[in-house]
């Protein structure tokens, strides 16, 4: 049972033009939402965060917007760059029970110059 | 600063054997963290250390241990390896106790495969 989902596999967008990638959750209780970048061969690196009291952070070119009614934050990315082909990963946690990020498994996303 | 280093990259184990993943931080950092990915899914914890001495079990712990006698290694052993713990391991580490929300730094990770 899957509490952080993330539907699409892999993303394509144009160079220049905005990239929008979606994240879905079940759990209520999540509070605190992140987001992950990863390029091959390395680890994940941090992005960019949301806690459950706002509903939007910015920070240059990225944005992550929150839909608590929804269960739904996405990351949008403009303008898209090159360097940004990467696995994004959305995580989620209830930050008053423990240390556990939930992760949902990815999107690739792939800028075409 | 190096920040987290994992060893070895790439590995192939046989049914039965026996191995330890190595995990070092530079950073100075409280908290560590192995977590599994398997191919399509998302990031699973495996284990997590708060301190020196101090380890506790994450979402999947079945078949693996670890001790954490220093703040900067975070060694992760797995025994009668087992098919099904193919995966790519990653190990993290962070920086404030208690928080979850705290950055976590991740390793290059350890391609592991038992056949």
């Known amino acids: 049972d899957q509490q952080v989902k993330q539907n699409s596999p892999s993303l394509s967008v144009q160079e220049g033009r905005i990239s929008i990638l979606n994240c879905d959750y079940t759990?209520?209780?999540?509070?605190?939402f992140l987001w992950y970048k990863k390029y091959p061969a390395e680890g994940p690196t941090f992005l960019i965060s949301?806690?459950?009291i706002k509903d939007k952070n910015e920070d240059g070119r990225f944005t992550v917007f929150l839909n608590k009614s929804a269960k739904h934050l996405s990351l949008h990315i403009v303008p898209s760059q090159p360097g940004d082909s990467a696995v994004y990963f959305c995580?989620?946690?209830?930050?008053?029970?423990?240390?556990?990020?939930?992760w949902g498994a990815g999107t690739k996303l792939i800028i075409k110059p | 600063n190096a920040g987290v280093t994992q060893t070895p990259k790439f590995r192939i184990l046989k049914i039965g054997q026996s191995m330890t993943l190595q995990c070092a931080q530079d950073?100075?950092?409280?908290?560590m963290y192995w977590y599994r990915q398997d191919p399509g899914m998302g990031l699973k914890l495996i284990y997590y250390?708060?301190?020196?001495?101090?380890?506790d079990k994450g979402e999947v712990p079945n078949g693996y241990n670890v001790s954490r006698s220093t703040t900067e290694d975070f060694p992760l052993r797995l025994e009668l390896a087992a098919p099904s713990q193919t995966s790519v391991y990653f190990c993290?580490?962070?920086?404030?106790?208690?928080?979850?929300?705290?950055?976590?730094?991740f390793g290059p990770g350890t391609r592991l495969t038992v056949l």
């Open positions: 250390s708060v301190g020196a001495g101090i380890t």
């Open positions: 949301i806690s459950s």
């Open positions: 993290a580490s962070s920086k404030r106790p208690g928080l979850v929300t705290d950055t976590q730094y």
């Open positions: 759990n209520s209780m999540f509070d605190y």
């Open positions: 995580a989620a946690s209830d930050t008053d029970s423990n240390y556990q990020l939930i």
């Open positions: 950073m100075n950092h409280n908290y």
